[in-house]
């Protein structure tokens, strides 16, 4: 029986003693064996909540898959017991009971493996607070619950297996505008605030499909009380987003490309070596996991002890010698200075450029748009962020595919002030442009299909 599926069914027996074997979904093709589902089970498991604690009967969902299961190579990497097992964590999920219900829906278990799925492709892990933007009603029904915070699972401990440690993340289905008040000041307090209004979750955040008001309708002194109140005293935890987006060098004639290393959608820029690249994704990686300090990774990507780190380590991290990017000379990848710069982002991306403004910037943080669909990243620094290669001399530079763009205060309040149609997506119209000339800024926020299309 492999051990780390034991350590996991170990900690779901001692939930569940009356509930040895429950309902399972199962890949049928295992993802090592080349299935397109990485989690090789979700069990599901009837819970009779707490009354008085005022918890509702719930189904439990537990994932079993995103931690080493096997230890033998096949999913992960085994790299000891004393870090995380695999990814270092697995999803559960738990979803109000309906009236007459005697089985539990299998839609979470889908829901689990597109999360999965995005986890294997990206090697970007989840951690408590995150949010994820999933636009579309979790079950495909009418409902408002449209999107998903994180959070640690109320009940299940972390487990130690043969292969490592093992946590529990909990998905929590959220409205729209619940989603946006995460983004604009931090998901850890959006989730408190869900604690408190039992039909929203509760004491143990339990997603009710049904539910067809957000907090904010349900008590509309959330909003200005609490998270007003707290993006204005805190600013923004969102350290940066997975993104549509791409920027060009306009300071550089379009036929001098030979030295150019500027991405942008339709070109094809000059190849990075493997090494160069590592070395820009660790670097990139270390700055969207450096949360709670405004200082950025120096771009030699040597590790920063003593660094509190919001988020865990990423796989990549784990797996990686501590030396592996000491050895690629600087000089491989040397920083540029450009006049003049041309950022482009789809709707949803541009949409968080005010909070990226307002909630970062003016409270001298950074923000980091990495693109989906490659290594181009582009990052706003303030200047009080210390370790930026963008200065007030030269605002504008890159480091191979990755842009930092250094904002004064002053400019930074200009922009809000020409970007403020952003709040309004419903009267938006695209492609839409701005442009600060005598800065040499111009920015474009384009349709999905420009990204999705390169040749479009």
């Not at 931090?186 to 067809?212: S, Y």
């Not at 001399?393 to 309040?413: R, S």
């Amino acid at each position: 029986f492999p051990p780390g599926l034991h350590g996991i069914y170990g900690e779901c027996r001692r939930l569940y003693p009356d509930q040895p074997n429950p309902l399972q979904v199962t890949a049928i093709l295992k993802y090592w064996l080349g299935g397109p589902d990485p989690l090789d089970y979700v069990s599901m498991y009837r819970n009779l909540g707490n009354p008085a604690l005022n918890v509702p009967e719930h189904w439990h969902y537990v994932s079993f898959g995103l931690s080493d299961l096997y230890g033998d190579n096949r999913v992960h990497e085994f790299t000891g017991t004393d870090g995380p097992s695999g990814f270092g964590f697995e999803l559960t999920f738990r979803l109000k009971r309906e009236t007459g219900e005697s089985a539990p829906p299998t839609w979470p278990a889908e829901l689990m493996q597109g999360l999965a799925r995005y986890v294997f492709q990206s090697e970007n892990t989840f951690c408590s607070g995150d949010h994820v933007s999933w636009h579309s009603p979790l079950d495909n029904s009418e409902s408002r619950i449209q999107h998903m915070l994180l959070t640690e699972d109320p009940q299940m401990q972390p487990v130690q297996t043969p292969f490592g440690v093992v946590t529990f993340l909990q998905i929590v289905g959220v409205c729209t505008e619940e989603l946006h008040a995460a983004q604009q000041w931090n998901g850890q307090g959006i989730l408190e605030l869900l604690r408190t209004v039992p039909v929203a979750g509760g004491p143990w955040l339990i997603t009710d499909m049904r539910r067809g008001e957000t907090i904010f309708e349900i008590d509309p002194h959330l909003q200005q009380e609490r998270v007003d109140k707290g993006i204005e005293t805190d600013g923004s935890n969102l350290s940066g987003v997975s993104a549509k987006c791409a920027w060009d060098d306009l300071s550089r004639p379009p036929e001098d490309d030979e030295d150019s290393r500027s991405i942008c959608i339709g070109t094809q820029p000059r190849r990075l070596s493997g090494k160069d690249t590592e070395q820009i994704r660790e670097t990139l990686r270390r700055g969207l996991e450096i949360n709670s300090k405004p200082v950025l990774p120096p771009i030699n990507a040597q590790r920063q002890n003593g660094l509190n780190h919001d988020r865990a380590p990423s796989r990549k991290d784990s797996l990686e010698s501590e030396s592996s990017a000491a050895i690629i000379p600087h000089e491989l990848i040397r920083t540029r200075q450009l006049e003049s710069v041309h950022l482009k982002f789809n709707q949803e991306s541009g949409a968080l450029i005010p909070l990226c403004l307002r909630g970062r910037l003016l409270h001298g943080r950074h923000f980091t748009y990495k693109s989906i669909t490659g290594d181009t990243a582009i990052t706003f620094v303030s200047t009080g962020v210390e370790g930026a290669f963008a200065t007030e001399e030269h605002p504008y530079a890159a480091h191979g595919p990755w842009l930092q763009i250094l904002l004064t205060e002053e400019f930074v309040e200009r922009m809000l002030e020409d970007l403020e149609d952003l709040n309004s997506p419903e009267e938006f119209k695209l492609p839409k442009e701005y442009s600060w000339p005598e800065k040499k800024l111009k920015v474009s926020i384009l349709p999905d299909a420009v990204f999705d299309n390169p040749l479009h």
